[in-house]
């Protein structure tokens, strides 16, 4: 939301349009949290924030209608010029940048180009919500007075504006002849005048005043009329060569690919139009990095594919065997992206992230069922049909049960609310549904072509197959020794148990904890301010050679710079913001090219240049979730103390800060150091001389101010008419005291008589959040330290330095952190609860599940040992790994139990039980643990972009399963001997107290 209120300090539009506007937007429903800023050009712009899971539209409604009841407590001058509302995502696209290779057209020109022409269709293409021109020159018919003629005339400003008001006015003049008309009228005609003017000759020759003797004042005669820009107060250059830089952004539930292609397709098809001497450029572009990621993670894809079917082929060494499984792929990733086009999903990160897991997991239902019929085809001699309806016999019950307790666990958690539900709800329905495929599979596609395709094997004689049965057969009867050894001395099993249980709390203690992992998205930004006060004209020279230098670095591209606009200060003269642009990632492939390290290197280049105060930061790693990829912090003044307070207290926040081990580079661009005048009205003196302050507020506002006046059309749209004091009579202070205002009377009294002017110091624009006068800080985490340490840090900081009258909140990127905070071991405990629940029905036991649901805590440990090992905190995507770990660690038990419950139900003993079911077992459990960790492994060693998600993932399910195919294979069956064993024995206890009340009844 946006307004203007033309000539106001920041201070009066926070008072006379953020506090009405805010007080009545405040809870709107749905809203997370609002954010204004107030700026001393009269500028005012509002942003409500609404939770991921509202409805736009019905959210966009509710904005309206709160601000209707806000539109009577505004300055009529506010209301005139409209309020804009616009919704939109914060994500932006991309900039589209403007330029004019033969110098041949200014700024004036190629803004209004592209505001007449592209941007209106580019905000026609469907997902496209707003496009943004940074530094927009906007059309205005600028009317520079000259207060020294006005003066001689006996003229105020007012008399100027009057007569432009009511001689460029719109002719609304009726027609003649028109119905009802006298009998027989045989014409009708529509009377047509020229009302508004639209060409600077017309407002030239406006008439300002007359008299008896024929003299005339036309505007000509005390101003300059041009056409030209509504504001001047912004520039911008592409590569050091001028250019209008426009942004777009996308609407919240479009595809940002598709409506970017949509977009480079519209800019084709302008460009034959385009005049002369104009041509475009697409510097930054944020779906490149998605096209990237997709790419680099298509390519985990097929590797993983090819690396799943050759496990397949060394344990089964029969391509007719390896054929089975490996259709299982295809059919259950087709019928996932069938799925997820029913379902409204698109193809992200988070989906290919699950895609490529699923791989390792799709296939483990059929290798069951296969290494199964495989299995008693050799022991057994059977045919492959009868060796087919005798396995399904033995693995129908584990494939349901384990395809279950993945679902059980993960449907729940997609249900959670706010950005880290939709994370996880994508992930877990592509996981769940291709799992769920797989296993259908495996019932039914899987079974058919083992009694179709599969023929008794040959053994091999020679070659590095017979090797690796011999090594696969001395691991297996070392495994059964070990194991048996174990079950006999349980207690050694139990001790090593709770060691792990130990270890596993240990380093859950100390691994940190962070939301998203920073991501090299192919750009970083650099914020640039130079001293308070300075003029647009040291902005742009400092842009330039910051420009300079980066285009003489290494890995750097193209360079898009802003000035008079930032996005961590918003506007101002003093303030800019660059967009470094870097090459391909393919060509930036050694470490010092990485993104951390060119941010770090353009630091140390521009922190040379002494004019200016610039900072280099990475973008957040969720595009619109935020501007910088560090904390928010926002300060709040609980009693909307002064600017210079509020500084004062943020001064010595970011000092402490600074200072603290857990953070770096904590900064603030807030500042109330801004030079300004303050005039002290002489009121008494002014009564005398007969001039009221709300006339001489008036003059001064249409001299210094930009005056709104009317519009004209141009065209074939509606621009502003301005008025104010030409350049050179508004230079200093001593301008001010020169100008005259009107008395009661008709005198002109000059200003100084009427005033006395002091320089005082103030804020350029003043920030609110929730209602609150506030300010950002923004910071890192340290070296060593995670994101979630650096809020901690902050938090401890603020409750120690902070005086009475203070608070802070959290927002963008660090709020849904901080939201997410502790989920992880909500998550966790919940998926076990689920997970044991299922079991407890499936077995129809509440110690026997036991075995399989401690047997997580092993490939926990192993998770978290990944994490420590590699430095890595515990963000979202390792926490999504966590939970996934539940269901494939219970996977492997799963199909240990239930064999050797089957086996106990035969009659055999639970020791012999338990190895004989991990006997039976081990191959198949060893060939599914290979496939998905080899699958894995890809995102474990993953570079390129995306690379930083996908590792997090990898190594946190790649080590966990490690510990599970390795540590839990011997834990497993010692826990199922333990707990059978109690079963066992308070069975008896009941057994007996039964036949003693059966006996102690019969006599």
């Not at 107030?38 to 539209?57: A, H, K, R």
């Not at 199964?372 to 693995?395: C, F, G, H």
């Amino acid at each position: 939301m946006s307004a203007v209120y033309p000539g106001a300090s920041a201070q009066v539009v926070k008072d006379t349009i953020a506090a009405p506007i805010e007080q009545e937007m405040n809870g709107v429903e749905d809203m997370l949290y609002m954010a204004s800023t107030s700026t001393n050009d009269g500028s005012y712009s509002l942003e409500v924030t609404f939770d991921v899971d509202s409805d736009p539209d019905i959210d966009q409604v509710n904005v309206q209608n709160r601000l209707q009841l806000a539109e009577s407590q505004l300055p009529p001058e506010v209301v005139a010029q409209g309020i804009e509302v616009r919704r939109r995502s914060s994500d932006m696209l991309g900039v589209v940048s403007f330029v004019s290779p033969g110098g041949s057209h200014d700024r004036l020109f190629l803004s209004n180009y592209i505001s007449r022409t592209i941007k209106d269709t580019l905000q026609r293409v469907d997902g496209v919500s707003d496009v943004y021109v940074f530094g927009e020159y906007e059309y205005s018919m600028r009317i520079w007075m000259n207060p020294d003629k006005l003066t001689a005339l006996g003229m105020s400003p007012d008399v100027v504006i009057n007569a432009i008001r009511q001689q460029n006015i719109q002719a609304t003049l009726g027609s003649v002849g028109t119905a009802p008309s006298v009998p027989g009228q045989q014409m009708q005609y529509t009377i047509n005048a020229k009302g508004r003017l639209d060409s600077v000759a017309g407002f030239e020759e406006i008439i300002v005043r007359t008299n008896s003797q024929g003299g005339v004042v036309r505007v000509k005669d005390v101003a300059e009329v041009e056409l030209g820009s509504k504001s001047y107060n912004a520039g911008g250059n592409l590569d050091n060569s001028e250019a209008i830089h426009m942004a777009l952004y996308r609407s919240s539930d479009a595809n940002a690919i598709e409506t970017m292609q949509q977009v480079r397709a519209v800019l084709q098809q302008q460009k034959p139009n385009m005049p002369d001497d104009v041509d475009y450029a697409i510097p930054y572009d944020t779906t490149s990095y998605v096209q990237e990621a997709i790419k680099e993670i298509s390519f985990t894809l097929l590797l993983t594919f090819g690396l799943v079917v050759l496990v397949i082929f060394v344990f089964l060494q029969n391509i007719r065997a390896t054929l089975i499984p490996a259709a299982a792929i295809p059919v259950s990733i087709i019928g996932t992206f069938a799925a997820l086009s029913a379902l409204g999903l698109n193809i992200n990160t988070i989906t290919l992230f699950a895609l490529i897991l699923a791989i390792g997991l799709v296939v483990d239902d059929a290798i069951v069922v296969v290494e199964n019929v495989y299995r008693i085809m050799e022991e057994e001699d059977l045919e492959p049909k009868a060796a087919t309806m005798k396995a399904m016999s033995q693995v129908t019950g584990p494939i349901i049960a384990t395809t279950l307790v993945l679902l059980a666990i993960f449907v729940p958690i997609a249900f959670m609310p706010g950005i880290t539900g939709l994370l996880y709800k994508q992930f877990g329905v592509t996981l769940c549904v291709s799992v769920l495929i797989s296993s259908l599979c495996a019932l039914t596609l899987s079974p058919a072509m083992c009694g179709v395709i599969l023929k008794k094997a040959q053994p091999h004689q020679r070659g590095p197959l017979v090797w690796f049965n011999k090594y696969l057969d001395f691991s297996r009867n070392t495994y059964i020794k070990i194991v048996a050894w174990l079950i006999r001395k349980a207690a050694v099993g139990v001790i090593l148990f709770l060691l792990i249980v130990g270890g596993a709390w240990f380093m859950s203690e100390r691994i940190p904890t962070s939301f998203l992992p920073k991501e090299d998205k192919g750009a970083f930004l650099i914020d640039v301010q130079l001293p308070e006060g300075a003029t647009l004209e040291r902005t742009i020279e400092v842009t330039s050679e910051a420009t300079r230098r980066l285009l003489a670095m290494d890995g750097i591209e193209r360079v898009i710079a802003v000035d008079g606009f930032s996005l961590l200060s918003g506007r101002a003269e003093n303030v800019g913001f660059v967009i470094a642009d870097l090459e391909p990632w393919g060509e930036r492939t050694s470490e010092d090219l990485h993104i951390d390290a060119l941010v770090q290197k353009s630091s140390a280049v521009l922190n040379s240049i002494s004019t200016a105060s610039i900072r280099a930061f990475v973008p957040p790693p969720i595009q619109g979730l935020g501007v910088t990829g560090g904390f928010d912090f926002r300060l709040q003044a609980l009693e909307d103390q002064a600017p210079q307070e509020l500084a004062a207290v943020a001064m010595g926040l970011v000092g402490a800060a600074n200072q603290h081990p857990a953070l770096s580079m904590v900064y603030t661009t807030y500042s109330a150091d801004t030079p300004q005048l303050w005039l002290d009205l002489k009121r008494t003196r002014m009564e005398e001389l007969g001039v009221s302050a709300a006339n001489l507020f008036s003059t001064l506002n249409q001299h210094l101010g930009s005056q709104y006046v009317n519009d004209f059309n141009l065209y074939g749209r509606t621009y502003q008419v301005k008025v104010r004091a030409k350049e050179n009579f508004r230079k200093n202070q001593e301008d001010v005291k020169d100008l005259y205002v009107s008395s009661i009377a008709g005198k002109e009294i000059p200003v100084e008589n009427l005033l006395d002017i002091s320089t005082i110091l103030g804020a350029k624009s003043i920030n609110r959040y929730n209602q609150f006068t506030s300010l950002s800080i923004n910071g890192q985490a340290a070296p060593g330290y995670s994101s979630g340490q650096a809020m901690e840090a902050m938090k401890e900081l603020a409750a120690e330095h902070l005086p009475p009258g203070y608070s802070f909140e959290w927002s963008t990127m660090s709020l849904q952190e901080q939201s997410a905070s502790g989920t992880v071991g909500y998550l966790f405990v919940l998926a076990l609860i689920f997970a044991y629940l299922f079991l407890v029905a499936q077995y129809e036991s509440w110690n026997l599940p036991l075995s399989i649901i401690l047997s997580v805590i092993v490939a926990t440990c192993g998770a978290l040992a990944g994490l420590l090992i590699t430095g890595l905190p515990m963000s979202i995507y390792a926490q999504i790994g966590m939970v996934l770990l539940v269901g494939l660690a219970a996977k492997n038990a799963i199909l240990i139990v239930e064999f050797a419950r089957d086996r106990k139900e035969e009659g055999i003993r639970t020791r012999d039980a338990a190895v004989e079911g991990a006997k039976l077992r081990f191959r198949a459990v060893l060939m599914t643990a290979l496939t998905f960790i080899l699958g894995v492994s890809p995102l474990v060693w993953a570079i390129g972009a995306g690379a930083a998600s996908r590792s997090h993932i990898g190594i946190v399910v790649f080590s966990g399963m490690i510990a599970a195919s390795t540590v839990a294979l011997f834990i497993i069956p010692v826990l199922y001997y333990l707990l059978q064993s109690l079963r066992d024995k308070s069975s008896a206890r009941k057994q007996r107290r039964r036949e003693r009340l059966a006996n102690h009844t019969a006599k």
